[in-house]
Each structure stands twice: as C-alpha cells, then as structure tokens.
C-alpha cells in the first residue's frame, strides 16, 4: 500500500483500478491533481481480458508518454502475430488472420499510433507505474468504495480497507466511477433513472450528448459484428472429412477472416465519433460527415477529433493537444481576443501557428479550437464577435448547456 490510512481528503476519489482508472489517475497525475485511487482486488491480474490496444488508445498512450512501452512490452519484435481460427487445437484449421511482427508495424496514414496487440496483463502495470509516477497520485489496494453522500462542496465517500477489516471516510471535490460493469457508483447514482436528481447535471451533460452516443454506437458495432462471426460457424459440414467438409470450412474460413477484419479494424469506430450536436460544441455551418464505423476520412468538423498530421518527423498534430484548449492558425488572423477571453475565465489556452497549406487544407479554416480531449470545439476563418462567449460554451458554461441543465429540472417538477 503506497500510502496509509489516514488519508482523509483529496481532489479526486477514482472508484476502481482497471484500465480506466488507471488511465485517468495518470492523466491527473501529469495535471497534479491530488488523486486517489481505491481498488478493491489485490494488485495483481488474474487473467487478461482485453488483448488489443485500439488506436486511438495508443495515442492517449502516446500522450502519456508511455505508447513505446507499451509497443515495447516483451513481446519478440520478429514473431508473426498471426491468429487462426480453428475447429480444436488438434483438428481443422478454418482460416487465418496474417498479421505482422511488432517490428515491422508502422503508423498508419491516419494517426501517429496504430492499434496493436499487448495484454493487459501487461498493459495495466504499465499504466499503474505511469500513475505512480506523479507525487500526487495514490493508488491503494484492497480498499473498497461502500457508499458515498454528496453535498454542495464534493463527496463523503466511505470505504473498506479490507486487509485491516477497518471503515474509514474520505472527502474529495469529485468522486470518478471507474468500478467497470457492476458499478456501485453509478447503482447508488441510479444512473439507469434518467432525471434522478441526485445527479448533477453540469457534471452529466456532455457525457449524455458525448461519450454515451460514442459508447452506444461502439457497442453496437459490437453486437453486430459478435452476431455476424457467430451465425458464419453455424454450418452442419464444418467436421466433415469430405470434399463438402473442404468446401465447407474454406467458405466458413474466409468469411471468417473478412467479418475479423471488420470487428478489429473499425478505424471509424475508434478515430470517426464526432460529437454532433453538442452544447458545448459550436458548429460552423458546414454539413455533418457521414457516420461511418468502419472506414475513417480525416476531419475538422467541429465535434471531431481533430485530424493527425506530421509537423515534423515524429512530431504530430495529436502531440500538440491534450494540457487545455490549443488554437490551431492557419493564417496571419488576431488571436489575442480569444487568448484574452481564455485567460478572464481562467481557461488554459495555448496558441500554435502552422505554415503547412496541407493541415490547413485539412483543417479547413484559418482558425481551429481544439479541447484537451483532441476533439474540435470550434472552427471559423476569423474570430466570433464575442470571444468570452465561445469560451464560456466550450468549457460547457454557455446558455445552451444552462438550456439544457433547466430541462430536465423542470421536466422532474
Ligand atoms: C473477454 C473480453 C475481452 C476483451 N478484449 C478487449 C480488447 O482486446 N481490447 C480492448 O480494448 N478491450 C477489451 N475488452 C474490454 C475491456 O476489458 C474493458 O473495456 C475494460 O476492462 C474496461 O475497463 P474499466 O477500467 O472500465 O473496468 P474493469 O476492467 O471492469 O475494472 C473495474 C475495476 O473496478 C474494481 N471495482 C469494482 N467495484 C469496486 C468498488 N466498489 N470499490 C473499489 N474497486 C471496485 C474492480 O475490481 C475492477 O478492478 C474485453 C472484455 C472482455 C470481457
């Protein structure tokens, strides 16, 4: 245990120590933000769930500062990482997925990164050292989230330390639910009843009109592609000894490589969400790209994330965004008021210029607003007329989200 029980206060209480927490006590980490983290199995992982890292999880891996690592994690960088589908280990091998040695992967057109296998067996002790590595992060095991109240000014959360049998309370300004499917911060939120006004809204709204269309639709890709690898082996011949069996198992085979391709590849799921319409997005008039979950063409629409481009050798757009708000510039255009703006609202915003006609063809507009998430909030060829209200809508502020926080309170009276 990294620190003892008498902590009693901090910024944030993460519930849970998967992937997710880990990854956002890093990210706090790297901000400074005082973080604890409570997970209630011991330290170590039992067996891996998860085998590919995503793309675009490599590129939060990348800023992080730990995408090499995890290319690098032990895997021998000349061994084909081919998978086969087979009837049993002993018997009929239906087709296989040629995939390449670590050493020979290289970034794709799109990203900087590329999805890649590594376990999480090995995945989450890497994102466990990069979360320790920050003086302000605690990670405590065997310490379990029970309950929690929250008031105007944060949470009382009450845990378990489960090695010492004992109850303790913790205070913190926020308290994350990174405690995966059976969740006891989202039961006791009771989260599945919309409008429950134990929620706060402010909190909530740009995950309703973000990250939970991201995830619904994520998940449906999902389910169609489980649905379609399933019904491609449901065929009576399939053990056959016979020419019919050959036939068989080649056309299940195939079929069976090609549906892979699509539930490990779906570029557009990973890198194509655009968060459209969102109220703390402001869109610029252009028509919305089409959804497409499998292939992915690069854009600036706002509520996309923004599109990668090589500054120079090994230095991408990605890498320019992700500590606050980045203003891209394309041209010789007046930045300060919004930098100004930013400032009077305490909202961390650095100005970069870029003097590349492509990313400015990519980009399509002189000036580009991007989030520390990557994705972007606003584009336009000049300034708006009021700068503090384009901030004051991006860091979720604006009249539009006051709009929609009034909605449901007054759809519950
Ligand atoms: C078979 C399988 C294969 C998969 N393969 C992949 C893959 O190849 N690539 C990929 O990207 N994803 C894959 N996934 C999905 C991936 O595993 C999940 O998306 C990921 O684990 C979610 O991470 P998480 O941190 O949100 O939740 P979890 O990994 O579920 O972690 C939640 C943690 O919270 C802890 N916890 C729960 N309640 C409490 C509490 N009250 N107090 C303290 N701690 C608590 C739990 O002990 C647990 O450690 C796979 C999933 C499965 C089931």
Known sequence: MSRPASVTDTQVLIAGGGPIGLALAADLGRRGVRTLLVERNENRIGSAKMLEVGVRTMEFCRQLGIASRVRHWGFPFDWPLDSAFVTSMTDWELGRVRTPALGVYRSMDVSPERGQPCPQTWFDPILQECARSFPSVTIRHRVRLDSFMQDDAGVTATLTDLAAGRSETVRADFLVGCDGFASTVRDQLGIAVRGDPHIDW??????????????????????????????AAQRAEILSPTPAGDAARRAIGAGLVEENEKSWHPVGVHLGHVYHPSPIVVPNGTPAPADDTFGYVPTAFPGARAPHAWLAPDKSTLDLFGDGFVLLAFADVATEPLARAAATRAVPLAVHRIDDPKIAALYAARLVLVRPDGHVAWRGDALPPSCEALIDTVRGAGARVAARRAAPAAAAT
């Open 202 to 231: 402010s909190m909530t709204i740009s995950y309703d009109y973000e990250r939970r269309p991201a995830s619904a639709r994520a998940a449906e890709v999902s389910l169609q592609n489980y649905r379609r690898l399933t019904s």
